[in-house]
């Protein structure tokens, strides 16, 4: 099938892959001429594992994937997914304007198309997105009718970075929301070699889906993070509280890490839209999600409370910070807990050193210019007055690398038992 997929980030990239993959031919179309350019070089613009080998053979080998700016290039497909960005707006609302944008652009494109086309979007949007914003604007500027000479689906991706080619291939479930059976039939065939449960819906309970599931995961970090509190208070290891825990089958012990909390391009910008949008668009203020949210904001700088306890006064005091991206395995730093810990530390007068396998270049385009970046770890340690492990990346992992340093860990990156021998250890909640 001829595919084309507008926006080629870490989702749309990796779905364009992954469908091509498949055997399906795919355009990427990007507004970013840079990452056009890099894609068609057989090269990811992002990093995510696996991907760039993939790249490689579907962009130089078998040319079932190249990218393009021009719109009018979706002329030669049937499907156009549409992936761009949905940030956070400053009032914590979603900023629809990326959507806004290529719904627009598609429909001028398929103005001059005869037949029947599907626009299916991957991007997370705020229920009711595609009835009230991406159909209006796709009829208007086609002068097309959907249900008759275009089909809508909302299929959402569910991908973790640093796992999403491998969540591409092997997902959990697929996700359908379609305005007729004809667009859904499509989407089912497109995903024909992918062995997963597919469940068919309408749009906007497709959309709510993908919410309802970002909440789910965000309130069980924010849920255990407050039984680590209690726990560190009475001196209860957390960690076996929830292998107490995982043997009850209702319960498992998946999203129960206990640390600095959820950070990333997802779960804290879709928790404030989907709370902003309760509210003041349906006049329903959440209770529960405004807590996981006030839960998480504290956690991250209970690492710098703890550096005070230690420290004293943070001005002039040299920290290390070690872990730049959200998580390990990726280069986001979308929302990463590091930016805003750094922030408060640079405020206190701190004289910060950073160091990170990934993510230093992304973090040089958001954070102030006085954090001094490092190229490696022992290098970020050196003459260092304490250490915060803020990712848990494996190379962080050796006790002995902080040997008689003051070492404050927000990831259970070190085995605390281990790391009291070798330095002065102190886990955020443990
Ligand atoms: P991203 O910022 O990495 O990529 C978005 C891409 O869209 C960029 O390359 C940008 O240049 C391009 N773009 C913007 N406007 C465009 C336009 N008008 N036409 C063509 N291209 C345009 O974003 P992402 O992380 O891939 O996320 C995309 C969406 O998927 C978001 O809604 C996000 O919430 C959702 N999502 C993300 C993840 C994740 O882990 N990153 C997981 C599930 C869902």
Same mark, same amino acid.
């Given at each position: 099938m001829n595919i084309s997929v507008i926006g080629a980030g870490y989702v749309g990239l990796v779905t364009a892959a992954g469908l091509a993959h498949n055997g399906h031919n795919v355009v990427c179309i990007d507004i970013d001429r840079y990452k056009v350019n890099t894609i068609n070089r057989g090269v990811s613009p992002i990093f995510e594992a696996g991907l760039d080998d993939l790249l490689h053979n579907l962009v130089s080998d078998a040319g079932h994937l190249r990218a393009t700016t021009e719109y009018n290039e979706l002329l030669d497909t049937v499907l156009t997914f549409i992936c761009v960005g949905t940030p956070s707006n400053s009032d914590g609302s979603i900023d629809l304007g990326y959507i806004r944008d290529s719904a627009k652009r598609i429909g001028k494109a398929l103005e001059s198309k005869k037949n029947y086309h599907i626009v299916a979007t991957r991007s997370t949007i705020i229920p009711g997105t595609t009835k009230d914003v991406i159909i209006p604007l796709l009829e208007k500027y086609s002068k097309r009718k959907v249900g008759k000479d275009i089909g809508i689906a909302y299929n959402p991706e569910f991908l973790q970075e640093g796992k999403a080619v491998q969540a591409f291939f092997s997902p959990d479930r697929i996700i359908i929301g379609e305005s007729d059976k004809r667009a859904g039939d499509l989407l089912v065939k497109v995903y024909k070699d992918i062995v997963a449960p597919v469940f068919r819906t309408d749009i906007t309970t497709a959309e709510m889906i993908k919410y309802a599931s970002n909440a789910f995961l965000a309130t069980k970090i924010s849920f255990i993070n407050e039984i680590a509190n209690i726990c560190q208070k009475l001196g209860a290891d957390v960690y076996d509280v929830v292998k107490g825990l995982s043997f009850d089958y209702?319960?498992?012990? %998946?999203?129960?890490?206990?640390?600095?909390?959820?950070?990333?391009?997802?779960?804290?910008?879709?928790? #404030?839209?989907?709370?902003?949008?309760?509210?003041?668009?349906?006049? *329903?203020?959440?209770?529960?999600? &405004?807590?996981?949210?006030?839960?998480?904001?504290?956690?991250?700088?209970?690492?710098?409370?703890?550096?005070?306890?230690?420290?004293?006064?943070?001005?002039?005091?040299?920290?290390?910070?070690?872990?730049?991206?959200? %998580?390990? +395995?990726?280069? +986001? /730093?979308?929302?990463?807990?590091?930016?805003?810990?750094? #922030?408060?530390?640079?405020?206190?007068?701190?004289?910060?050193?950073? *160091? +990170?396998?990934?993510?230093?270049?992304?973090? &040089?385009?958001?954070?102030? %210019?006085?954090?001094? *970046?490092?190229?490696?770890? %022992?290098?970020?340690?050196?003459?260092?007055?304490?250490?915060?492990?803020?990712?848990?990346?494996?190379?962080?992992?050796?006790?002995?690398?902080? #040997?008689?340093?003051?070492?404050?860990?927000?990831?259970?990156?070190?085995?605390? #038992?281990?790391?009291?021998?070798?330095?002065? *250890?102190?886990? /955020?909640?443990?």
């Open positions: 209702r319960i498992g012990d %998946k999203f129960l890490s206990a640390g600095i909390g959820f950070g990333g391009s997802c779960l804290p910008k879709d928790l #404030r839209a989907l709370v902003y949008a309760s509210a003041n668009r349906l006049d *329903y203020p959440t209770a529960l999600l &405004k807590a996981v949210l006030d839960v998480n904001e504290a956690q991250a700088l209970k690492l710098v409370e703890i550096a005070e306890q230690k420290l004293g006064d943070l001005d002039g005091r040299k920290i290390t910070v070690l872990g730049l991206a959200f %998580k390990p +395995d990726t280069d +986001d /730093v979308r929302d990463a807990p590091a930016i805003r810990i750094i #922030r408060v530390l640079l405020e206190k007068g701190a004289v910060v050193k950073a *160091y +990170d396998p990934e993510a230093m270049e992304n973090a &040089k385009n958001v954070l102030p %210019k006085e954090v001094r *970046y490092c190229k490696s770890v %022992k290098n970020a340690i050196s003459g260092s007055e304490c250490v915060l492990i803020v990712t848990e990346w494996d190379e962080f992992r050796d006790e002995n690398i902080y #040997r008689n340093k003051i070492v404050i860990d927000g990831r259970r990156a070190l085995e605390p #038992r281990k790391a009291k021998v070798v330095c002065d *250890y102190q886990g /955020v909640c443990w």
